[in-house]
């Protein structure tokens, strides 16, 4: 059976960690002097005796976590985050609407983007920060940041690594997981500072600099402005924005193999490291000719363009420089493509991720030489390692899975009035974690406030969905799970 008394220590240990970020943010409005102050010390105050009740139920309980519960409290830990950081914005006023205030946190901490304000520059500097701290802190994952900083509370780290990390194939840097957890979080932490140091250079304010570096290495597109990047129209700074989105849609392992342990050959070996690039380039390309070609563009001017949205949409990080949705059509079916592929696993970006893009190529060309050489056993491997049967049929039914959420939500969308392309491409978005969404009613460049409520409902369990990559919420509710044995 499922052991609620160490989920519900760890949760309450877990708000004690939101709740210190909240005090941050006290901290910021009263040194602004601005009227969110208060949100934030009763947002601080629930979170913090909310914690304490949920301690209390996990009092006695032991330190060990079964596989089961560590499903349970993986999914848990993000809605109750999500809950919870939707309580600044409710109670300062940002939002009016608790659907539209738990979209907004369940966006911020799945690292989508989506943002349903209309005008984020009206809002003070601390709720601001609030929406950048809630996608960096989901960048890597709640309970994986959990194991790095608090290794004692988890028992059971392994199963709960298995449960939140994304792709198949799980990589460890050091037989110890707390130690890969540190190692993995201070090359986040130090990416994190880099693009920080290099906004600032480049002309921001310092707390541009930091809300923009904490969302760009997060991978999740929230913007203090309401152009994002574009509001700077500096080449410099897109470039800057590319380089660490780039970066931090990497697999976090191979950086630390290849910059910490200056083994660079091995990032250049990687077969998912060469997908992304190669997907990146050329999809760059295409668009950049299309740019040339049909809208008149300069050269730099489409290269940076071009280069620029790709990016931003295979990594899922969702700003932008440039308004696509008055790009032709062609153009979204590119971002379309490359938003649902995402970058590598292991890194902070969504999507299906290239090593799946890898696995399924690999299977395809085996059924080729399969029908000319029928007796023959030709094993998948990548990067050298053979991926055994088990993992390729769970790549497929990922596949399937992904494919039927996104055509069963459109199809609802589209039902209650959303045009077809927007339809699409919203729920590709939140189940890619990407946040723009391709159309004629919500651009690329627009919020999703006119979205009605029920579709709003319907999207964040799709977000959440995404950033675990599907199975580790859906097998809550299968029969099998609770059942004793």
Not at 9 to 28: D, V
Not at 123 to 152: C, E, K
Not at 338 to 350: E, F, H, N, R
Not at 416 to 437: E, F, H, Q, R, Y
Request: net charge neutral; glycine share 8%; proline share 3%.
């Amino acid at each position: 059976m499922v052991n609620f008394r160490i989920i519900s220590k760890i949760i309450g240990s877990l708000l004690f960690i939101e709740a210190l970020f909240m005090s941050l943010c006290a901290l910021m409005a009263f040194s602004f002097g601005e009227d969110d102050l208060m949100a934030f010390l009763i947002s601080l105050l629930i979170t913090f005796g909310s914690g304490f009740f949920f301690l209390y139920l996990g009092r006695n309980a032991d330190n060990s976590l079964s596989r089961k519960d560590a499903y349970v409290v993986v999914t848990a830990a993000w809605v109750v985050f999500s809950f919870f950081g939707m309580f600044p914005f409710l109670i300062h006023g940002s939002i009016t609407n608790v659907t539209d205030a738990f979209f907004e946190s369940t966006s911020g901490f799945t690292t989508t983007g989506a943002s349903i304000i209309d005008d984020v520059e009206v809002l003070p500097h601390a709720i601001l920060f609030w929406r950048s701290l809630t996608q960096w802190i989901g960048g890597l994952g709640i309970v994986f940041f959990t194991i790095a900083i608090l290794p004692s509370l988890v028992g059971g780290s392994v199963k709960v690594f298995a449960a939140e990390a994304t792709g198949p194939i799980k990589a460890k840097m050091h037989p110890r997981l707390s130690t890969t957890a540190k190692w993995i979080w201070s090359i986040y932490f130090i990416l994190t500072i880099a693009c920080g140091l290099a906004f600032w250079a480049a002309g921001m304010t310092l707390f541009e600099a930091v809300n923009y570096s904490m969302t760009t290495t997060a991978t999740g597109g929230f913007a203090i402005h309401n152009e994002s990047t574009e509001y700077y129209h500096s080449a410099t700074i897109d470039y800057i924005s590319i380089t660490f989105q780039f970066l931090s849609g990497i697999n976090f392992t191979l950086l630390y193999i290849s910059i910490i342990k200056r083994k660079v050959k091995s990032l250049f070996t990687n077969s998912e490291f060469k997908l992304y690039v190669g997907v990146l380039t050329g999809a760059t390309l295409w668009i950049m000719y299309l740019l040339l070609t049909r809208m008149d563009y300069g050269l730099e001017h489409a290269f940076r363009a071009a280069l620029f949205q790709v990016v931003s949409f295979m990594t899922t990080t969702g700003m932008f420089n440039e308004d696509a949705g008055t790009w032709p059509h062609i153009t979204w079916v590119i971002l379309g493509v490359v938003m649902y592929l995402g970058a590598c696993a292991g890194s902070t970006s969504g999507g299906f991720k290239c090593v799946r893009g890898v696995m399924l190529l690999k299977v395809i060309r085996n059924n080729f030489r399969q029908i000319l050489h029928p007796n023959a056993v030709l094993p998948v491997k990548v990067n050298g390692v053979n991926i055994p049967q088990s993992k390729l049929v769970a790549l497929f039914a990922f596949f399937t899975l992904t494919i039927l959420m996104t055509l069963v939500t459109a199809t609802i969308m589209i039902v209650v009035g959303i045009d077809n392309t927007n339809a699409i491409t919203i729920a590709l978005s939140c189940v890619s974690n990407v946040g723009p969404t391709l159309g004629t009613q919500i651009g690329p460049v627009m919020s999703w406030s006119v979205l009605p409520d029920v579709i709003k409902w319907i999207l964040c369990p799709l977000m959440l969905m995404g950033r675990l990559e599907i199975m580790t919420v859906l097998v809550l509710f299968t029969r099998s799970f609770w059942k004793e044995n």
